[in-house]
């Protein structure tokens, strides 16, 4: 009974040991699957390691050429916008020079058509304007030609004297019957060569005048005028001189009035003709009245024309003092 308990105990235990072997055989295959397949992995790891560093090498070189390209196209736009830029500034230049060239331009030929009119109107015109006031039918047929012919010499006359002074690159102002005046010259001489000038021309108004002094214009020295003012201030005294002339019949007296203040200038020009007339006195769109009163304002000044009295009429022009003879 004991023997067999024996034996079946041995049979039991090897049994056990047949399973545990197995078991372990199971496990010893289970392990050296596992081993594989680390194995695997890990080559498999090695593999993508390798991978992942071509790749990260690639994209390091890829980014480094992107940079590059990205910096070089930088550069170029760079480029372009400073010569797009400069090509604006050079656009806008231009721009301004051509605008500032037309603008020079348009404000020349203003100041041509205004002088050229201020010629005429002091000159031709002022012969016209006398022609016209006084009854045609006393003239002959050969005073009347002489007349026109007069007025027709002044106006081509105008035309040389101010193609003279373009051609010569000199400022002058063209007085009628061909005489031009030098605007560099001082002051008194422009003056007094427009006083004399003017009294020369057949107007009724000169034909009667018993006092008359050459005026002195000495007091009206001074080295801040600009030619346009010595224009202006010729001009201002020629046509105060031909109205005295065309307006102030019966005259007998002419005087011109030159004085210099600490303050101011004075120029004045006084008859003891008939008085204002109506066109004087209220026509306010005469050229001559526009004309002073320009020159007034530019320099500063004022001007008037007034009753003189007991008679006559008294034509003014006052304006600062800036410097002394």
């Given at each position: 009974?004991?023997?067999?308990?024996?034996?079946?105990?041995?049979?039991?235990?090897?049994?056990?040991?047949?399973?545990?072997?197995?078991?372990?055989?199971?496990?010893?295959?289970?392990?050296?699957?596992?081993?594989?397949?680390?194995?695997?992995?890990?080559?498999?790891?090695?593999?993508?390691?390798?991978?992942?560093?071509?790749?990260?090498?690639?994209?390091?070189?890829?980014?480094?050429?992107?940079?590059?390209?990205?910096?070089?196209?930088?550069?170029?736009?760079?480029?372009?916008?400073?010569?797009?830029?400069?090509?604006?500034?050079?656009?806008k230049?231009?721009?301004?020079?051509?605008?500032?060239?037309?603008?020079?331009?348009?404000?020349?030929?203003?100041?041509?058509?205004?002088?050229?009119?201020?010629?005429?109107?002091?000159?031709?015109?002022?012969?016209?304007?006398v022609?016209?006031?006084?009854?045609?039918?006393?003239?002959?047929?050969?005073?009347?030609?002489?007349?026109?012919?007069?007025?027709?010499?002044?106006?081509?006359?105008?035309?040389?004297?101010?193609?003279?002074?373009?051609?010569?690159?000199?400022?002058g102002?063209?007085?009628?019957?061909?005489?031009?005046?030098?605007?560099?010259?001082?002051?008194?001489?422009?003056?007094?060569?427009?006083?004399?000038?003017?009294?020369?021309?057949?107007?009724?108004?000169?034909?009667?005048?018993?006092?008359?002094?050459?005026?002195?214009?000495?007091?009206?020295?001074?080295?801040?005028?600009?030619?346009?003012?010595?224009?202006?201030?010729?001009?201002?005294?020629?046509e105060?001189?031909?109205?005295?002339?065309?307006?102030?019949?019966?005259?007998?007296?002419?005087?011109?009035?030159?004085?210099?203040?600490?303050?101011?200038?004075?120029?004045?020009?006084?008859?003891?003709?008939?008085?204002?007339?109506?066109?004087?006195?209220?026509?306010?769109?005469?050229?001559?009245?526009?004309?002073?009163?320009?020159?007034?304002?530019?320099l500063?000044?004022?001007?008037q024309?007034?009753?003189?009295?007991?008679?006559?009429?008294?034509?003014?022009?006052?304006?600062?003092?800036?410097?002394?003879?």
């Amino acid at each position: 009974m004991a023997f067999s308990f024996e034996q079946a105990s041995r049979y039991e235990l090897l049994k056990l040991v047949k399973e545990l072997t197995q078991k372990l055989e199971v496990l010893e295959a289970q392990k050296h699957d596992a081993e594989i397949m680390l194995d695997t992995v890990v080559e498999h790891s090695t593999l993508l390691e390798n991978e992942l560093q071509l790749a990260e090498r690639n994209v390091r070189e890829l980014n480094g050429v992107l940079e590059e390209r990205v910096k070089q196209r930088t550069a170029e736009l760079e480029a372009a916008n400073r010569e797009l830029a400069k090509e604006i500034i050079e656009r806008k230049q231009a721009q301004e020079e051509a605008l500032a060239l037309t603008q020079e331009v348009l404000q020349q030929r203003s100041l041509t058509i205004e002088r050229t009119y201020e010629a005429v109107h002091n000159g031709p015109l002022q012969e016209l304007a006398v022609l016209l006031r006084t009854d045609i039918s006393l003239f002959s047929d050969e005073q009347l030609r002489s007349q026109l012919q007069k007025i027709n010499i002044d106006l081509r006359g105008i035309y040389q004297s101010m193609r003279g002074a373009v051609d010569n690159h000199h400022e002058g102002l063209c007085l009628e019957g061909g005489l031009t005046l030098d605007l560099s010259i001082d002051l008194p001489g422009l003056l007094l060569q427009t006083f004399e000038h003017t009294l020369e021309r057949d107007f009724p108004g000169f034909k009667t005048i018993l006092f008359q002094i050459t005026p002195d214009f000495s007091p009206l020295a001074t080295t801040s005028l600009s030619l346009d003012h010595k224009r202006g201030l010729c001009l201002f005294l020629q046509e105060a001189l031909c109205n005295v002339g065309k307006h102030a019949l019966g005259t007998t007296r002419l005087e011109v009035l030159c004085k210099q203040h600490d303050s101011s200038y004075y120029l004045g020009i006084v008859d003891n003709g008939q008085g204002l007339s109506p066109d004087l006195d209220s026509g306010s769109d005469q050229q001559g009245t526009h004309q002073a009163k320009r020159l007034a304002q530019s320099l500063s000044g004022h001007f008037q024309r007034r009753c003189n009295l007991p008679q006559g009429v008294r034509c003014e022009l006052v304006w600062p003092a800036v410097d002394k003879a």
